[in-house]
Each structure stands twice: as structure tokens, then as C-alpha cells.
């Protein structure tokens, strides 16, 4: 199978985003089926893309179960995008046990387990791109962020080891990791803490929260062709909130 055409290498690229039904991962699907590409979504609810795949993805079966729907719908697998995630904000003595398990299945068992069942796919024939989903939250040690700063910073080390392994097949596996951004994930805590929104706006050097574009346009990128060499990664976009 040739690699797909056009400047990113995206027209014609089959393309899957796990999570394509959440704030980010329906732009992400827009983004990358503007591009060109046919999109397979894997979501609880796939309400995006020309292939819809129903799964609750926090078991490690569900996931190899889900990518191998995917594949079969868009005929192969050129490119794959984590964007699942949840996040419950409160001090570590309140989460339970049940909540620790749940974060790591749906924040970072999925994660493998996708991701997993895609590269053999990518490795035979020889080209492919992965992109997680990490955080702000898994480099630096924010309150009430234990168990999703703890499978983020999971991602990211899953991720490197992808890398290393894969490079070798023509494969890239890459994290993108927002800061702050006006999406579903953010509004419920801000709505709960109005006044907590000025004190985070000014953290960041660019005084303003992200938005969704300019989240899409760093994994297309990371997605393309055109970052071919760029692996093992984490890109952060984040206004810069890390560099302070
Ligand atoms: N929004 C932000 O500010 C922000 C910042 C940093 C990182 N992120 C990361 O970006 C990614 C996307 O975030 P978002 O803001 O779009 O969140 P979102 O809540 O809008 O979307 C998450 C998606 O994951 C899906 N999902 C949740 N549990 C699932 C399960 N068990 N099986 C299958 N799908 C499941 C949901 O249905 C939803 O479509 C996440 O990994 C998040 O951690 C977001």
C-alpha cells in the first residue's frame, strides 16, 4: 500500500481518533476529514467519521476489539489519535478505590490497548503515526490532579517506549499535551469555581485559555508527513504555561 498523497500526507490517509465524539476529538475528526482523510471514531457514543465504532474502551479487550472494527471499516491504519480521557478534580484522600481504577482504565489502559492493536498493522507496512493525549498535568505536579497527572504521565512514557520500538518500521508515536483549554473537560470545574479561571489565566504567559484549533493543527502536523522525524515527543500547547 503508497503512503498517501498531498503536502501533510493526510489525503486519502485512514485515519483512526479514539474519543472522536469528545470536545477535542470531534474537531480532531473535522480537522483531519478536511485534510482528506477517511476517519474511523471509536467513542462510547461515535456520533463523527465515515466509520463509527461503538466501545466502552476500559478493558484491555474492548480496545483491540474497537481498533480491529476500525481497520476492517477503513481497510487499514495509517494513522492513530488517543484523545479519551477523564478528569474529577479533588485532594488524593478523597478518591477512592473505584475512582483510581477507573482513571487508569479509561486514561490509560485504553490508551495501550488501542494503540497496541494498531501497530502490528503499521509495522508490516512499514509507515504509521501515533498520537496520544497527555497534559500539562502529567509533567508538573498540579493539586488535585493525582490519578489523572498519574496516567498521563504514564502516557508519556508509554509513548517514548512506542517510539523506540517502532522507529525502526517507518512508525512515529508522538503526545500532544494541552494546557488549559475552553472545552467540556474545563467548563463544569470553572462553572463550579468562577473565580478560579482568573488565577489560571494568569499562570499562562498568554494570558488566555487555548482553543480547539489550535490543538488540531499540532496532531495534524504530528500526523503528516512533514514530521516525519519527529518522534518520542511530547508537544506541549500550552500558551506557555511550562516555561514559567
Ligand atoms: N480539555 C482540556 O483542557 C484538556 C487539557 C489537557 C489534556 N486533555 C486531554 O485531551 C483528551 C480529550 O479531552 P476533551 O476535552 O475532548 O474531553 P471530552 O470529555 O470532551 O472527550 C472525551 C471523550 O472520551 C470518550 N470516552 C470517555 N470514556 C470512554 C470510554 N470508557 N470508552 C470510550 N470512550 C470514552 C467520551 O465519550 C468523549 O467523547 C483527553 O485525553 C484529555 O485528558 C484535555
Do not use: C
Not at 26 to 37: C, Q, S
Not at 83 to 97: F, K, L, Q, T, W
Not at 135 to 153: D, E, I, M, N, Q
Amino acid at each position: 500500500m503508497p503512503e498517501p498523497d498531498g503536502w501533510l500526507g493526510l489525503d486519502g490517509a485512514r485515519v483512526v481518533v479514539a474519543g472522536g465524539s469528545g470536545t477535542i476529538g470531534a474537531a480532531l475528526v473535522a480537522g483531519f476529514e478536511e485534510a482528506g482523510a477517511r476517519v474511523a471514531n471509536i467513542d462510547l457514543r461515535p456520533e463523527h467519521g465515515a466509520v463509527r465504532v461503538t466501545a466502552d474502551l476500559s478493558g484491555v479487550r474492548a480496545g483491540a476489539d474497537a481498533m480491529a472494527r476500525a481497520r476492517e471499516g477503513l481497510g487499514g491504519v495509517d494513522v492513530f489519535v488517543h484523545a479519551v480521557g477523564i478528569n474529577d478534580r479533588r485532594p488524593i484522600e478523597d478518591y477512592s478505590a473505584a475512582d483510581w481504577e477507573r482513571f487508569v482504565a479509561i486514561n490509560l489502559t485504553s490508551a495501550f490497548a488501542t494503540a497496541q492493536a494498531a501497530l502490528p498493522g503499521m509495522r508490516e507496512q512499514g509507515h504509521g503515526r501515533i498520537v496520544f493525549f497527555s497534559s500539562v498535568a502529567g509533567r508538573s505536579g498540579h493539586k488535585l490532579h493525582g490519578p489523572y497527572a498519574a496516567t498521563k504521565g504514564a502516557i508519556n512514557q508509554l509513548m517514548r517506549v512506542m517510539a523506540h520500538e517502532y522507529a525502526e518500521h517507518g512508525v512515529t508515536v508522538n503526545a500532544v499535551a494541552p494546557g488549559y483549554m475552553d472545552t467540556a473537560l474545563t467548563q463544569a470545574y470553572l462553572e463550579a469555581h468562577p473565580e478560579k479561571r482568573k488565577a489560571l489565566i494568569d499562570l499562562i504567559p498568554a494570558r488566555r485559555f487555548g482553543q480547539l484549533q489550535e490543538v488540531v493543527g499540532p496532531v495534524l502536523f504530528l500526523a503528516s508527513r512533514q514530521a516525519s522525524f519527529v518522534n518520542g515527543q511530547v508537544l506541549y500547547i500550552d500558551g506557555g504555561r511550562t516555561v514559567v
